[in-house]
């Protein structure tokens, strides 16, 4: 019987493999991508081939970390624009699918709408698709709605498809850890285990008030629907619109002086401006993160009393929240995050796959 069905696809280790396409003599080998290539300098792994994975590298790692694991890696620097280039190819042949709607979550994943009586020819028709046209592989989760969808496809990878749906939901996920559930890190799994939530099923069966009372009305009913793998089943085509532009640069020496971090400040107020500018829409929130020496972060936000793209006054109010640093720390990142004022509704069509599970 055809009926909506809701899939995830998700492109294999995604930045290594665009990597190893454009250098195919560095198939089969550790390949990590990370910062401009040099362990030496102060970055963070972007990604990592299987074959580095294996030895305990993963995205977030310190570069210098990675290297010591895998001393034989291909460590090679980040190249934003050839990624952002194979994703638009990744993206054209998902759209070109017969009867999908295609809604795009970053450079390698996508939520698919469908209906269909055989999910799983469709999604191997999409990785099909998507080979051919890249020569990219990619893992498809098959759902009823967009978090079993999501939580599906870290079962097939890689290069499978799995379905996760209401009928196995409990019998696959039931036993596991809350952290296994997409959007549940550390400190929630960590605040859950403080009521006695360890699993999958705990939290589908605990009392919807004791998790509004730890985490709130809206995020204490989705940690509910999340133990019992309830989610929107909407897939939306719209054009995605950003929220805020960001900025952030780790500093190979720590800035001490606090001439030093406002300058730095400063600087990423006149990059993210640019973009900010390029959209036209005024900024309402800025948003700094400093991070110390030691690996401690603390963020600094503030809301504008009005709406602006006037430079000076974004730049004013962000050497405001670098005034609440602590004298004499070093820093050794800066982050900086402009929210903007979010378009009204225009004639965009939308081709909405509905529903709720």
């Given at each position: 019987m055809t009926r909506p069905w809701v899939l995830h696809v998700d492109l294999d280790q995604f930045i290594a493999a665009v990597e190893v396409l454009r250098r195919p003599e560095l198939a089969g080998l550790p390949v990590i991508v990370g910062g401009r290539g040099d362990p030496a300098e102060r970055a963070v792994v972007s990604t990592a081939s299987y074959e580095a994975r294996a030895f305990g590298v993963g995205s977030g790692m310190p570069l210098r970390v990675a290297a010591r694991k895998v001393p034989d890696a291909v460590i090679l620097p980040v190249d934003a624009p050839a990624y952002e280039a194979a994703s638009e190819q990744v993206m054209a042949a998902l759209r070109g699918l017969d009867g999908v709607v295609v809604e795009v979550l970053g450079w390698d994943e996508a939520f698919l709408g469908v209906r269909t009586d055989d999910p799983e020819a469709f999604a191997r028709r999409a990785q099909a698709q998507v080979l051919a046209a890249t020569e990219l592989h990619c893992t498809v989760g098959i759902g009823d709605n967009k978090v079993r969808a999501k939580i599906a496809t870290g079962f097939?990878?890689?290069?499978?498809?799995?379905?996760?749906?209401?009928?196995?939901?409990?019998?696959?996920?039931?036993?596991?850890?809350?952290?296994?559930?997409?959007?549940?890190?550390?400190?929630?799994?960590?605040?859950?285990?403080?009521?006695?939530?360890?699993?999958?099923?705990?939290?589908?069966?605990?009392?919807?008030?004791?998790?509004?009372?730890?985490?709130?009305?809206?995020?204490?009913?989705?940690?509910?629907?999340?133990?019992?793998?309830?989610?929107?089943?909407?897939?939306?085509?719209?054009?995605?619109?950003?929220?805020?532009?960001?900025?952030?640069?780790?500093?190979?020496?720590?800035?001490?002086?606090?001439?030093?971090?406002?300058?730095?400040?400063?600087?990423?107020?006149?990059?993210?401006?640019?973009?900010?500018?390029?959209?036209?829409?005024?900024?309402?929130?800025?948003?700094?993160?400093?991070?110390?020496?030691?690996?401690?972060?603390?963020?600094?936000?503030?809301?504008?009393?009005?709406?602006?793209t006037d430079a000076a006054v974004i730049r004013a109010e962000a050497l405001k929240l670098s005034a609440k640093r602590e004298e004499g720390t070093a820093v050794r990142l800066l982050g900086l995050r402009l929210e903007m004022t979010m378009p009204a509704p225009d004639s965009v069509e939308r081709t909405p796959i509905r529903g709720r599970l």
């Open positions: 097939g990878k890689p290069r499978g498809v799995f379905r996760l749906t209401a009928d196995n939901w409990f019998e696959t996920m039931g036993e596991r850890a809350t952290l296994e559930l997409w959007g549940v890190g550390k400190k929630v799994s960590g605040r859950l285990a403080k009521h006695g939530i360890s699993t999958v099923r705990e939290l589908a069966e605990a009392d919807t008030a004791v998790l509004i009372e730890e985490f709130g009305p809206r995020m204490g009913a989705w940690y509910s629907d999340l133990g019992a793998g309830r989610g929107s089943a909407v897939v939306d085509d719209t054009p995605w619109v950003a929220r805020g532009h960001s900025r952030e640069r780790t500093f190979q020496q720590n800035l001490v002086e606090a001439a030093e971090v406002d300058a730095a400040v400063e600087q990423l107020v006149g990059e993210a401006m640019r973009d900010v500018v390029q959209e036209g829409r005024p900024v309402v929130r800025l948003t700094l993160k400093i991070r110390y020496a030691p690996f401690r972060t603390k963020t600094f936000s503030r809301t504008l009393p009005a709406p602006s």
